[in-house]
């Protein structure tokens, strides 16, 4: 094998030169490029200090094939724009160390991409931690960590294969389909780094496309800042032991169902956060939760799925302002069905407030899709107005209160002689309008037989006949409505 312990490229001019190298041992760390180089290419190469790729500006492609990186540092991709990046059979091999420096590549056996642009991304039966900053991805990113046509069981997996990191810090793919294949994932990062010059609150890392992780065993998944703008998330029956996403958009679809699995432990999941993020739709039917589930302050354009999962006692969700269950009309079925399994789930939790919050959400689902359909009932709709379809006690008691005073000012002036503003007051006139309605409220319809506080004598008005008739009759609804709100409030403790 040729051994090189030192590479310099000459200007070739205007015209763009590509470089092979094979079977060639490097004993350097850094290969310097210039403008005029369309593509390197390794063939069966060794690099024993590692190797740092840096300023590409207008390359096809770098290729690396059957190559080994003897260095914990790795391979090294900086400041370069290209257009494919392919990393296939290679291993990156030196210091067994599991330290994890972020922002820094020092990362055993790691390839390190930062402050690149490139197309497409191939990265095929390569066993290496893998980490990218401040880059872009244009059209495909593909990890593989085995060929497609390799086929491994669990304990071939188990020793040939270590748990692996990725790391992703403001890196963008735009457009681009994320295919990962690694067997057996230490942790996965997706998160904005603290950058002065980024005027978003959420970093827009993916603004249409797939998402799709496969893996044996996820141990940590974080996303931080992100948003998956348009995306389709691809988790499906991925066995995952902590999923924490803060601050973020979880795509159009966050596939987390789980129903063809080899071990039944690989349905547990240990921790399960997604605080102060916006999920439009979300499945996490057949999963196990050893602890509570945490949603604060999560936005929810349409219910999650909990179908067949017990959820643990103790589990945070968000109020109802943070659900949209008008979001699509198409899936308002869906929609209800979802919001019933929560609120009995809840109740079989005997979590009162969050079966109360998935009751009321239940029924307005159940009020909208009612409309569409022509069936709405005006019952229904008053219902839902006075007590939140039976829930709240002090909306009927404020009905009440209010409409007493003003029957009590509409009996005065239906009495009263004379109007102006420059006349005194009729305190008696007022007292016992008040007198009366009251009544209608601790009797109502006794006017029917007896005006007797209102008029010192037993006269029949049809005025005020109908108006105490009106009076009595949403008295009693509010009184109705406060007592059965009671009811539901006490038998929820």
């Not at 990725?166 to 780094?193: C, M, W």
């Not at 009309?329 to 919050?357: C, H, P, T």
């Amino acid at each position: 094998m040729i051994i090189i312990k030192k590479l310099d490229f000459i200007n070739s001019g205007d015209q763009a030169s590509s470089h092979t190298f094979e079977n060639v041992i490097f004993r350097m760390d850094q290969i310097q490029c210039n403008e005029y180089i369309s593509s390197l290419v390794f063939v069966n190469c060794v690099f024993e200090q590692g190797l740092k790729v840096e300023g590409l500006s207008s390359s096809d492609y770098i290729h690396f094939d059957n190559c080994e990186f003897l260095h914990q540092t790795g391979l090294y991709i900086l400041d370069c724009k290209l257009h494919s990046l392919c990393i296939w059979d290679c291993v990156l091999s030196g210091n067994s160390d599991n330290y994890f420096k972020l922002f820094t590549g020092i990362l055993p056996e790691t390839l390190l991409i930062k402050n690149s642009n490139i197309e497409t991304v191939s990265i095929i039966n390569s066993k290496f931690n893998f980490e990218a900053q401040n880059s872009l991805f244009r059209k495909k990113f593909k990890y593989y960590a085995v060929d497609q046509k390799n086929t491994l069981n669990a304990d071939q997996q188990e020793k040939e294969f270590p748990e692996l990191y990725l790391y992703f810090g403001s890196t963008i793919f735009s457009r681009a389909k994320i295919d990962i294949r690694v067997p057996r994932i230490e942790s996965i990062t997706f998160e904005q780094l603290d950058d002065k010059n980024c005027q978003k609150k959420q970093l827009e890392i993916h603004d249409k496309g797939m998402v799709s992780i496969k893996s044996d065993r996820i141990k940590n998944f974080y996303v931080q800042n992100v948003s998956f703008t348009n995306s389709y998330i691809d988790l499906e029956n991925v066995p995952i032991h902590v999923f924490e996403a803060k601050f973020s958009r979880l795509g159009n679809h966050l596939n987390m169902a789980i129903a063809r699995l080899y071990d039944e432990n690989d349905r547990k999941i240990i921790s399960l956060e997604i605080i102060q993020s916006t999920i439009v739709e979300s499945k996490f039917s057949g999963r196990e939760f050893d602890n509570r589930l945490n949603f604060t302050k999560t936005f929810f354009h349409l219910p999650p799925i909990f179908y067949e999962t017990k959820i643990p006692e103790g589990s945070v969700f968000p109020n109802r302002r943070y659900f949209d269950f008008i979001y699509d009309e198409n899936k308002l079925v869906d929609s209800l069905n979802a919001f019933r399994y929560l609120r009995k789930a809840m109740e079989d939790r005997r979590d009162r407030d969050a079966e109360g919050q998935f009751y009321l959400l239940e029924q307005e689902t159940k009020k909208r899709l009612d409309k569409i359909e022509g069936t709405n009932s005006f019952f229904r709709m008053l219902y839902g107005f006075l007590s939140d379809y039976g829930t709240d006690y002090v909306k009927p008691l404020l009905v009440l209160f209010s409409s007493t005073i003003i029957f009590t000012i509409y009996y005065a002036i239906l009495l009263s002689p004379i109007l102006s503003w420059s006349l005194p007051f009729d305190w008696d006139l007022i007292g016992r309008s008040l007198h009366f309605s009251v009544k209608q409220v601790v009797l109502p319809f006794w006017s029917i037989k007896d005006l007797t506080p209102l008029f010192g004598k037993d006269i029949q008005t049809s005025g005020v006949l109908f108006l105490s008739f009106v009076q009595s009759l949403i008295s009693g609804i509010s009184i109705t409505l406060a007592i059965l709100a009671l009811r539901w409030k006490f038998k929820r403790g």
